[in-house]
T-cell receptor, first 118, second 114 residues
Framework: GENVEQHPSTLSVQEGDSAVIKCTYSDSASNYFPWYKQELGKRPQLIIDIRSNVGEKKDQRIAVTLNKTAKHFSLHITETQPEDSAVYFCAASTTPYVGRNYGQNFVFGPGTRLSVLP | DAEITQSPRHKITETGRQVTLACHQTWNHNNMFWYRQDLGHGLRLIHYSYGVQDTNKGEVSDGYSVSRSNTEDLPLTLESAASSQTSVYFC?????????????FGPGTRLTVL
């Protein structure tokens, strides 16, 4: 089955610097790669995602890149702010066809705790 | 607005009791999931369902069961609660049709087994 690794497990950066979190996956059938941010005591919230037919996607200070050949994808946060401090999870998803619908099989990385120091 | 809710938000129970956690979504999503989250383990899949009457085991399904009698609900039952099942439980739903893939999470249920 799919295996998703995520590095680093913890990351501290100075406010205004950039942060990069990397994930690798094992199943070449994975075709959807979301990133979630989870603040303390809250639910995971989707912040950006990318599909396998796209190499890069950007949304303001956040970007995700995907290298299908190497089976890795990365989250880039520029101009970090204290409110970016949280745990970030990557995931890889396949879409098995089940009955009359497409199911989704999400496998999550173990998470990265990002601390942005003022 | 469409949403996904969980109840109760907090639950304290005793070892050996049966506990059911509710999950309800109003997006009409076919796919629903239950995860548990413990410190140092991220999100671990317990059970999932791809539609009514469909249920499947995830990586940590021992001691848990689910049923899917309608599209909106996927209750999670702990048959005989154990202290090792103390955790935060998240329900989620998603839909592939229509070009969307996003998985939405409920607010979570914090379960303590004494």
């Amino acid at each position: 089955g799919e295996n998703v690794e995520q590095h680093p497990s913890t990351l501290s950066v100075q406010e205004g610097d950039s942060a990069v979190i990397k994930c690798t996956y094992s199943d070449s059938a994975s075709n959807y790669f979301p990133w979630y941010k989870q603040e303390l005591g809250k639910r995971p919230q989707l912040i950006i995602d990318i599909r396998s037919n796209v190499g890069e996607k950007k949304d303001q200070r956040i970007a995700v890149t995907l290298n299908k050949t190497a089976k890795h994808f990365s989250l880039h946060i520029t101009e970090t702010q204290p409110e970016d401090s949280a745990v970030y999870f990557c995931a890889a998803s396949t879409t098995p066809y089940v009955g009359r619908n497409y199911g989704q099989n999400f496998v999550f990385g173990p998470g990265t705790r990002l601390s942005v120091l003022p | 607005d469409a949403e996904i809710t969980q109840s109760p938000r907090h639950k304290i129970t005793e070892t050996g009791r049966q506990v059911t956690l509710a999950c309800h979504q109003t997006w009409n999503h076919n796919n629903m999931f239950w995860y548990r989250q413990d410190l140092g383990h991220g999100l671990r899949l317990i059970h999932y369902s791809y539609g009514v009457q469909d249920t499947n085991k995830g990586e940590v399904s021992d001691g848990y069961s689910v049923s899917r009698s309608n599209t909106e609900d996927l209750p999670l039952t702990l048959e005989s609660a154990a202290s090792s099942q103390t955790s935060v439980y998240f329900c989620a739903s998603s839909e592939k049709d229509g070009g969307t893939d996003t998985q939405y999470f409920g607010p979570g249920t914090r379960l303590t087994v004494l």
